[in-house]
C-alpha cells in the first residue's frame, strides 16, 4: 500500500522541523516546502528578521531537509501573500481597524495557495507546526483543538479554515510542549532545537507598523486630528489614526495627570476617543465574515466560551444570529478591549465552533 503524501510548511523553525521530523517516523512520505512570501525589502533587514519569511528561513530548512533525508523546495508565494496579508494588513488600518495578519496569512496563503498547489503534486495532506490538533465532532465535522500546551495555544488563529482545509491536514506537534519539542529537536540532533521563536509580525522587522504604513499607503494616509471624549469634547492632537488601537495607554503624549486609554477609532470624523480605565470595558460585541467549524449553524442562542484576542484567555457569553453573516456577543462579565478588525472565537470543550470578526462592541 502507498504511503500517504505530505507536505510539510517548513519555516526553518524548531517546530515544523519536529513536525517533518515526527511525521517522517510515522511512516509519511514527507515533503519539505519553504513558503517564499518576503517582498522587495533589503535583504539585511529581512535576514535579521528571521522568522517564517527570513531568507535564512529557506537555508534552515534545507539543512533540516537534507538530515532528515526528505527533498525540500521552496515555492513563490510572494504575490498571494501581497493581495492577501500585506495588502489587507494597510488597508484595515486605515480604515482604523486593527487587523490579524497571521489569521489572513493561515487561511489564504498556508492552506489556501499551499494546499492547492501541495494537491496538485499529488500530496494526501499538508502540515505544519502549530501549536493545536485536528478532531471530528460528533456530527462529523471537522475542528480546531486545543494543543496540549496552554501556553503555546495557536487555535485563536486558526479558528478561519474550511473543512476542506482540515481534511487535508496534519498538526502533529499540538500533542506536545514547546519544551518537548525542544528535546526531540535535539535528541533527532536538528539544528534548529534551539533557535529562537519569531515574534510579532513577520513583515514588519522593526515593528514599527505605523511606519510601514505610511510608506505602503503614501499619499493615503489619515492625517493628524483631534482626541476627544465620548461626548465630543477635544483634549488634543493626534498624529493619525494609524498609530493607536483601542485600549491603548502608552504614546498618547495626553497630560491628563491620570492614565487614559483609546476606547473607539472614528475614520470618519479623523478622531480617537479617549476615555477612563473603565470605559475600555464592554460586555457586547458584533460580529460578521463568520466561519463555522465545530458547528455548522447557530440556529438558537447558544453558550460559549469567546476569546477576542490572540492573548485572550476567554469568557463565557452567549452567542445569537442575528441577521445574515451576523453574530451578537454578549459576555457574563465585561471584556477589556474590545477591538474592531480583530477575530472573536468561539470554542467549547477545547473545540474551536467558529469565529468571525469584530466589526464594533
Not at 8 to 26: F, T, W
Not at 279 to 300: K, Q, R, W
Request: net charge negative.
Amino acid at each position: 500500500m502507498d504511503r500517504k503524501k505530505v507536505v510539510v510548511g517548513m519555516s526553518g523553525g524548531v517546530d515544523s522541523s519536529v513536525a517533518a521530523y515526527l511525521l517522517k517516523e510515522q511512516g509519511y512520505d514527507v515533503i519539505g516546502v519553504t513558503m517564499q512570501i518576503w517582498q522587495d525589502e533589503e535583504r539585511e533587514a529581512v535576514e535579521e528578521n528571521g522568522g517564517c519569511c527570513g531568507l535564512s528561513a529557506a537555508d534552515d530548512a534545507g539543512r533540516v531537509a537534507q538530515m532528515l533525508d526528505i527533498p525540500h523546495y521552496v515555492m513563490n508565494f510572494k504575490d498571494e501573500f501581497k493581495s492577501r496579508v500585506i495588502d489587507y494588513f494597510v488597508e484595515e488600518y486605515l480604515a482604523g481597524r486593527t487587523p490579524n495578519p497571521c489569521i489572513a496569512c493561515n487561511r489564504y496563503v498556508k492552506w489556501g495557495s499551499l494546499l492547492a498547489r501541495s494537491l496538485e503534486i499529488g500530496a494526501d495532506y499538508i502540515a505544519t507546526g502549530h501549536y493545536a490538533r485536528i478532531t471530528r465532532t460528533a456530527a462529523g465535522r471537522y475542528a480546531i483543538k486545543n494543543s496540549v500546551t496552554a501556553k503555546k495555544d495557536q487555535t485563536y488563529a486558526l479558528y478561519d479554515l474550511t473543512q476542506e482545509q482540515l481534511a487535508h491536514t496534519l498538526m502533529p506537534v499540538g500533542e506536545y510542549t514547546k519544551e518537548e519539542i525542544r528535546a526531540i529537536a535535539e535528541k533527532a540532533g536538528l539544528p534548529v532545537a534551539h533557535k529562537p521563536d519569531s515574534q510579532e509580525i513577520c513583515f514588519i522587522p522593526d515593528h514599527d507598523y505605523a511606519g510601514y504604513i505610511e510608506r505602503a499607503a503614501a499619499g493615503r494616509v489619515p492625517p493628524a486630528g483631534n482626541f476627544v471624549t465620548k461626548d465630543g469634547r477635544t483634549l488634543g492632537r493626534h498624529r493619525g489614526i494609524i498609530h493607536y488601537t483601542v485600549g491603548q495607554r502608552k504614546g498618547l503624549e495626553l497630560a491628563m495627570g491620570r492614565p487614559v486609554f483609546v476606547t473607539e477609532i472614528r475614520p470618519d470624523t479623523n478622531e480617537v476617543v479617549i476615555g477612563e480605565a473603565e470605559e475600555v470595558f464592554g460586555d457586547t460585541l458584533i460580529c460578521d465574515h463568520i466561519n463555522y467549524m465545530g458547528m455548522a449553524e447557530l440556529p438558537s442562542p447558544r453558550e460559549v466560551t469567546a476569546k477576542i484576542r490572540y492573548a485572550h484567555a476567554g469568557e463565557r457569553c452567549t452567542i445569537e444570529k442575528i441577521a445574515e453573516d451576523r453574530i451578537k456577543c454578549t459576555f457574563h462579565r465585561p471584556v477589556r478591549a474590545v477591538t474592531p478588525g480583530q477575530a472573536v472565537v468561539f470554542y467549547e470543550d477545547g473545540c474551536v465552533l467558529g469565529g468571525g470578526v469584530i466589526r464594533r462592541p
